[in-house]
């Protein structure tokens, strides 16, 4: 047998764009990131340290450029799936002291500006951490807490720009008393407050709304899902015009239970739901094993549709396996059929109801030569045959009249 052609690269490249249409992509989480917390310190201590020093010592400092590489692998780890809060708000200041204490000695934690780096770091750490991790039912406190700090982020740096770097200890602190005692000081610390509160709110409203636009969002990818495939709904939301109706060719998967219309009318209906369910439910994970672009379930029969008669093949092998298992202890048994061919694909219905699928001659043929397949045994079409060269292990051809076809049909059984 030809050695399976993998259409895993395509679906996997679809679900992701699909689920990146729901929950936003790499690029956008490090963008997020950045400009909703690590660049805040980057941007806020590259001005303090500009407005203290003059931009050309900034710019001749090496060790800023540090600063901005360290805030970017921040970024870069926060804005991966589920990361440490504590410790992801920690390393761009962690990496630049361990970077600028070799230069600068003891004298590094004598910087107001590196103690208020240091400050707001363990400040948004641990708030972020609560809401994260520990308690995240304290987010509607912590959201507009932390958008507070964040704001007086900006007094704080501001008063640092005003106190000066290289001043001592006592001289700071009587500015501080002084910058405090200034009512301009007063009232620009509590409008930020203020600001803050709203703006924090204001992010609750907004990260309430997106939970639940995506949990929608969720639940509607489903349901769209058991209704018309995963390859549909992600070509549907990728790429719309991919489901125009368009000729290709496709395997057709029809499998078929028989003698479950006798045993239904002996069967009560509450007996038939629950073993017909548990028959999709053993028999779905064969089918969905070798990427579909279309299941559907009628009834006792299951149609699959396949970009390769490889992937039908294989397929029908794996769900006669499960089904012959299942069906026997019922004294029924399922017969399957695997067709090759053009078929028109696309959206069919009118404006109100549609469904993905495939119309053709291929898809009337795959489903009479279902038919005339019996119970525990798999016939493919002699273009499937041929497609695989006939080196496909058969145990017998059949010549068969088909209902609908002019001409006898050749078919294989595999062995």
Sequence with gaps: MRRLPSTTPLRSSLKQKLESSIHGSWATAFLSEFLGNSGHFLILKSLADIAIYGLINYLTDPTEYLLVGAMLIQTLYLSRSAPSRLLGNLIGVSLYTLIDFPVDGLEFFE???????????????????????????????????????????????YGVVRVGDQVSQLAQLESLQTFLGDHAHLFLSGSLVLVGLLLGFQQLQIITQRRQLQGTAGVLRNLAEWGMGSHAVATAVVNPEGLAFQ???????????RGFT???????????ATALNCYYQQVEPAVSRYHPLRITFTGDEIMAIYTTPEQAVAAAQAMQAVAIDLLRPYNMGAGCAVHYGPVVEGLFGGDNVRTYTVIGDVVNTAKRLEGATPAGEISISDAVYQHFNQTIPVKQSRSLDLKGKAEPITSWLLA
């Design 111 to 157: 910087s107001p500006s590196h103690a208020v780096f240091w400050g707001f770091s363990l400040a948004i750490a641990l708030l972020q951490s609560t809401r994260y991790h520990w308690n995240p039912n304290l987010e509607h406190w912590i959201v507009p807490l932390e958008s507070v700090v964040r704001l007086l982020m900006i007094v704080v740096f």
């Design 247 to 257: 000729q290709c060719d496709r395997a057709i998967l029809f499998m078929d239970i």
């Design 262 to 272: 006798v045993w239904c009318e002996q069967t009560n209906t509450e007996s038939i």
